[in-house]
């Protein structure tokens, strides 16, 4: 019983880092039809930049914790904002050489941060209490997970809050349901392209923060990792669907913890078969409105 | 017959024709190429690095089927190599099969699995295409870490070369090697052709320019896809097997996503959509390679100050931005320059005359 | 001189071309309407001079050049456009619609509230719930909402019951009042209610422009053009 609690909340932990990745992913592509290979490196630099000022002026307090985090936030959004701007909206509606290009910038970026930061992991270290345990009903749960879960609910609800009560929410999920009537409505929805880039990259950012807590490094490649599984998350949620991700998000990470704890580490495999069956019986995924 | 004889006398087949001579000869002859090959062309050195480069070109002739001719953007593609040189290397050492029989088998696998995995991740298109391909590859290179008993995990499979013949073993029979790997080149640019050509081939294009015209014909896409991308991952397993033997061994990082991108870079730098583009740009990309190692650790870069250094030291930044000035700048990607330049030479000479 | 004026427009569709060498002029005031049979190209001239769809050629609206332009710019120079097929959000409520059709800073809802009753009940409903009718209020509300310059309005009352026809051209003649329209319409009915000059497209291609009655009074020429028998004596309107 234990054990299972332990799982389920670290599968939950795991599935916050894999939405805040995939959050971005589904909102690009649902508006956009931009499928962004580079989105693991926004995390990456996240993290990097929370880490650098956990170096300078220390973490271990809530304010300096926080700090962090909300410049690594700021250092994925203004990475993300930048690759909109300079690299895919010169390809607008060129959906594979968008593609391409972030496929580019995502070695091109790697690379660089391996070159200015090493390629061995930096450990870090954050707020005492997230190194303890909470008991609950017997299970010992190391306190970095609930704010995982914390920060990928706050981040899910402040989304669809701005999604629903924001002008630029409305143009945002207009767009996505139908993107040239919005421009024919005499909006500039590039207005939006940047924006959703930056949310996305905020939610990366933050995500490169958290997820050095839960692993205790960063290093350049932690967001390429997480990516291919943010990927999985993104089709089986339905791609363009917040909420969507954020139910896949939960039940991927659950049952990758499960079925390496129970069925002898398939945890990955089972979740590839989860894709391909999702697939076959809604191409959609699971609140998709479109195919694809 | 006449059909075979009027594509023999074509003046591109006669170019084609001498260039695989060339490259037949070059193990018999003395020449050497200082900052690109290791020796002289006869050397096993020199030999095995084109052989590797004629093996990566091949392997872009397989992705060309699949994004320049399907239009279709996988990031899984290295998946087939993997299971060609896993296959192959997994039933040398755990049976007493003798390799060609062992090759028969992984190339009837590879068919398989390459159909099925086509066919679950052709239910989605495009950009979610990618994503899935991804995914699968994935998989794979877990199920290869994974189950160490089989793959030797992360320290790679050694070719066990009880049941391999004798004139494919060894440093002194490399150049056997080189040939072996020049005719899987040349197959595998035979079988691209035909599969462009054929009516499969025609309806992908179709397909690639506007798929909702061709659904409007009443002619079902699945169909021609899962042909084109059956055919590419055929190739690459083929590819792969013969990797196994060239490399005396196989490695999980054959199957990471990152040798799929390099082949991804190799098509977009050589020009999607293009078959010698894909090709050669395979082989330069290997010969070249090398040196943009030796670049990126030279003394000059070092003395450079710290914001370029840092940057140019990097192998995988400069090909990255290499990658995005081409994707940008230059679409079409060396292959469309050099038509470009061709034919503006040519509107040129039409001009003067 | 005429407000919008198109000159050797060319578009294509998917690479292939769907507008070729369109030329024609929409007048200051009243209803101009572009005819002809299904599939001809009609809505791709629309959306061409909107630059919805890739397009080469002439347009000028009010003596500028609009052939650059991208369409949201286009369409603040002060044009409604209600597309065919009316293209609400489904998934926004009704209100969501409206608000994001505004781009006045003093939007005329007083004025749409009042042509559109039925609509302004149903506020919070999601626009995709709504009936084909209700929809295409939406549509024309949408673009009702600013003070316009031209109103581009494509076959508003394709699909609907006959009550509802004549709602919709009521709408359109009240608006015409104020604002010129450029019009698609197949409901002859209609267009004889509403429309001046018009443009008759075939294969992409202008093949007549005259007056509109006069191509409807016309047995010969509605039988060229359109393919059916003299105008409105069998599209019965109530
Ligand atoms: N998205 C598309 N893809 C391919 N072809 C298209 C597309 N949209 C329109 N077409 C083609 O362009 C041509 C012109 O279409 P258009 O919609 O402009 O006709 P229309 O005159 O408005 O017809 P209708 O009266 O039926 O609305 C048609 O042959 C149509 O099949
Ligand atoms: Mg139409």
Redesign the interface.
């Known amino acids: 019983m234990e054990t299972l609690i332990l799982l389920l909340v670290t599968g939950l932990g795991l599935g916050a880092l894999y939405f805040l990745i995939a959050s971005g992913l589904s909102l690009i592509?649902g508006l956009m039809?931009?499928?962004n290979?580079a989105h693991g490196s926004f995390l990456t630099f996240g993290g990097f930049a929370g880490m650098e000022i956990a170096r300078r002026i220390g973490a271990e307090t809530w304010p300096q914790f926080i700090l962090a985090i909300i410049v690594g936030g700021a250092a994925g959004a203004l990475f993300a904002s930048l690759t909109e701007l300079l690299?895919i909206r010169?390809?607008y509606l060129r959906?594979?050489?968008q593609?391409?290009?972030t496929?580019?910038?995502?070695?091109?970026?790697?690379?660089?941060m391996?070159?200015?930061w090493g390629a061995d992991p930096i450990y870090v270290s954050g707020p005492a209490i997230l190194s303890e345990v909470t008991e609950i009903a017997g299970a010992r749960i190391p306190n970095d997970r609930f704010l995982l879960i914390f920060g990928a609910v706050a981040i899910l609800v402040g989304m669809l809050a701005f999604l629903r009560y924001t002008r630029f929410g409305l143009i945002i999920r207009a767009g996505v349901e139908n993107r040239s009537m919005v421009t024919a409505l005499g909006i500039d929805v590039r207005t939006a392209f940047t924006l959703v880039f930056a949310i996305g990259g905020l939610a990366a950012g933050i995500g490169g923060v958290l997820a050095s807590q839960y692993f205790g490094y960063v290093s350049p490649h932690i967001g390429?990792t997480l990516l291919?599984f943010a990927?999985?998350v993104?089709?089986i949620g339905g791609?363009g669907s917040l909420v969507g991700a954020a139910i896949a998000a939960a039940i991927v990470g659950v049952l990758q913890q499960l079925a390496n704890f129970y069925l002898g580490?398939t945890g990955?495999?089972i979740?590839?078969?989860l894709?391909?069956a999702v697939?076959?019986l809604r191409?959609t995924g699971l609140l998709g409105k479109r195919?694809? | 017959m006449e059909r075979i004889l009027s594509f023999i006398k074509r003046p591109s087949t006669l170019v084609s024709i001498g260039l695989i001579a060339v490259m037949a000869l070059l193990p018999v002859l003395n020449i050497s190429i200082p900052g690109i090959l290791p020796g002289p062309t006869w050397s096993p050195g020199s030999l095995q690095l084109l052989a590797l480069a004629m093996l990566i070109g091949s392997m872009a002739l397989s992705y060309h089927l699949l994004?320049g001719v399907a239009?279709l953007?996988s990031?899984g593609h290295a998946l087939y190599l993997a299971m060609g040189s896993y296959g192959l290397g997994i039933l040398l050492r755990e049976t007493n099969l003798q390799l060609l029989p062992a090759m028969v088998i992984v190339f009837a696998i590879a068919l398989l699995a390459a159909f099925l995995l086509g066919f679950?991740?052709l239910?989605?298109?495009?950009?979610?295409f990618?994503?899935?391909t991804?995914?699968?590859a994935?998989?794979g290179s877990?199920?290869i870490r994974?189950n160490s008993q089989f793959t030797n995990g992360e320290e790679g499979l050694p070719l066990n070369i009880a049941n391999v013949p004798d004139f494919l073993v060894g440093v002194f029979n490399t150049r056997n090697l080189y040939w072996v790997a020049l005719i899987v080149m040349v197959l595998c640019f035979l079988a691209a052709a035909w599969v462009e050509r054929s009516r499969a081939g025609h309806v992908v294009a179709a397909i690639r320019?506007?798929e909702?015209?061709v659904r409007v014909l009443g002619i079902k896409p699945l169909q021609p896809k899962l042909i084109a991308v059956t055919a590419a991952g055929v190739m690459a397993a083929v590819v792969g097997m013969v990797y196994l033997v060239l490399q005396s061994g196989t490695s999980p990082e054959n199957i990471s996503?990152d040798l799929t991108?390099t082949i991804?870079?190799i098509i977009?730098l050589g020009g999607v959509g293009s078959r010698w583009g894909a090709m050669i740009g395979g082989m330069v990309y290997v010969l070249l390679e090398q040196r943009l190692t030796a670049f990126a650790r030279s003394p000059e870069i070092k003395e450079l100050p710290e914001f370029l250094a840092?940057?140019l030291?990097?192998?995988?930044?400069i090909?990255?931005?290499i990658?995005?000035l081409v994707?940008?700048f230059l679409?079409g990607g060396f292959a469309g320059l050099g038509r470009r330049i061709v034919s503006g030479r040519k509107a040129k000479l039409k001009e003067l005359s | 001189m005429s407000l919008l004026s198109v000159k050797n427009l060319h578009a294509k569709i998917?690479?292939?071309q769907v507008v070729e060498d369109v030329s024609f002029e929409v007048p200051e005031s009243g209803v101009t309407a572009v005819l002809g049979r299904n599939g001809v190209g009609k809505s791709s001239t629309l959306k061409a001079l909107l630059g919805l769809i890739e397009r080469s050629g002439e347009v000028s609206f009010d003596g500028k050049p609009i052939q650059n332009l991208p369409t949201h710019k286009i369409i603040r120079l002060g044009i409604g456009y209600v597309p065919e097929d009316r293209e609400i959000f489904a998934g926004l409520t009704v209100a969501e619609n409206l608000r994001l059709a505004e781009r006045d800073s003093k939007p005329n809802r007083e004025m749409v509230e009042e042509l559109f009753p039925d609509i302004y009940s149903r506020l919070s409903q999601r626009a995709g719930t709504l009936s084909g009718g209700q929809q295409q209020m939406v549509s024309l509300a949408r673009a009702l909402l600013n003070t316009n310059r031209l109103l581009i309005v494509d076959e508003p009352t394709k699909g609907l019951a006959p009550k509802i026809v004549t709602q919709v051209s009521e709408v359109l003649k009240k608006a015409a009042e104020t604002v010129p329209i450029l019009l698609v319409e197949q409901n002859l009915k209609v267009v004889k209610q509403l429309a001046g000059p018009c443009i008759v497209l075939e294969g992409g291609q202008v093949v007549h422009t005259g007056d509109s009655n006069e191509l409807l009074d016309s047995e010969e020429l509605t039988m060229k053009f359109l393919g059916v028998h003299g105008g409105g004596k069998e599209t019965g309107v109530s």
């Open positions: 592509y039809g931009v499928l290979f690299l010169p390809l959906h594979i050489e593609a391409l290009i496929v580019g910038l995502s070695l091109a970026s790697v690379a660089l391996e070159g200015i390429g291919i990927f999985i993104t089709i791609l580490g990955d495999l979740v590839v078969i894709l391909a697939l076959l191409p195919a694809h | 994004l239009g953007l990031f679950v991740s239910q989605v298109t495009g950009i979610a990618a994503m899935v991804l995914a699968f994935q998989a877990v199920l994974r320019e506007n909702l015209r996503a991108l991804l870079v977009v840092i940057p030291s990097e192998p995988l930044f090909l990255g931005t990658f995005i994707v940008l679409p | 998917a690479g292939q």
